[in-house]
């Protein structure tokens, strides 16, 4: 079955500077890889996804990329902002069902 | 649009007690239906996969008899935790989906304790 792994599991940056987490999956059958913004004891919220037809999406500050050939995406969050602090989480999707990596636990530090 | 209501939102109930929770789409027809755990610190691990008018499909290690799920409808899945006890007691989430696939559209979650 799939498998994702997300790292770093916490990350720490000031204000202002970039963030990113990069996951990878072992099936290459996934096509679709969301990523979820989950604050503490409310629901994951989608901030971005990418379709696996597709190498690079933006979002204003937030990007996605996807490298299919080595199995491996990345989350890029430009000019952190202290609401960005949570916890992220990548997924990837085959047979319509997603796997969650471990999540990485975002600090931005005024 | 495409707005999840999963209710209640925390539960507190002592050991042995079933509980049941409930996920509404709200505008739209969720032709599938997740049921997640998290515990704390640590991600979200599927339950089951439900779609409208058929038996669910639980993953590896989850027992159908002590949760069981029903997705009578197009916009209502239910989850039953039997018999609860407190290793049971986690954060429940359900997600939907319609029928042009994805994304998924998370509920609130609710907060289960067993004493």
């Known amino acids: 079955g799939e498998n994702v792994e997300q790292h770093p599991s916490t990350l720490s940056v000031q204000e202002g500077d970039s963030a990113v987490i990069k996951c990878t999956y072992s099936?290459?059958?996934?096509?679709?890889f969301p990523w979820y913004k989950q604050e503490l004891g409310k629901r994951p919220q989608l901030i971005i996804d990418i379709r696996s037809n597709v190498g690079e999406k933006k979002d204003q500050r937030i990007a996605v990329t996807l490298n299919k050939t080595a199995k491996h995406f990345s989350l890029h969050i430009t000019e952190t902002q202290p609401e960005d602090s949570a916890v992220y989480f990548c997924a990837a999707t085959v047979s319509q069902k997603l796997v969650f990596g471990q999540g990485t636990r975002l600090t931005i530090n005024p | 649009g495409a707005v999840v209501s999963q209710h209640p939102s925390w539960v507190i109930c002592k050991s042995g007690t079933s509980v049941k929770i409930e996920c509404r789409s709200l505008?739209?027809?969720?032709?599938?239906m997740f049921w997640y755990r998290q515990f704390p610190k640590q991600s979200l691990m599927l339950m089951a996969t439900?779609?409208?008018?058929?038996?669910?499909?639980?993953e590896q290690g989850v027992e159908k008899d002590k949760f069981l799920i029903n997705h009578a409808s197009l916009t209502l899945s239910t989850l039953t935790v039997t018999s609860a006890h407190p290793e049971d007691s986690s954060f429940y989430i359900c997600?939907?989906?319609?029928?042009?696939?994805?994304?998924?559209?998370f509920g609130d979650g609710t907060r289960l304790s067993i004493l």
């Open positions: 997600s939907a989906r319609g029928r042009g696939g994805q994304p998924q559209h």
């Open positions: 439900s779609n409208e008018g058929s038996k669910a499909t639980y």
């Open positions: 099936d290459s059958a996934s096509n679709y």
């Open positions: 505008d739209f027809q969720a032709t599938t």
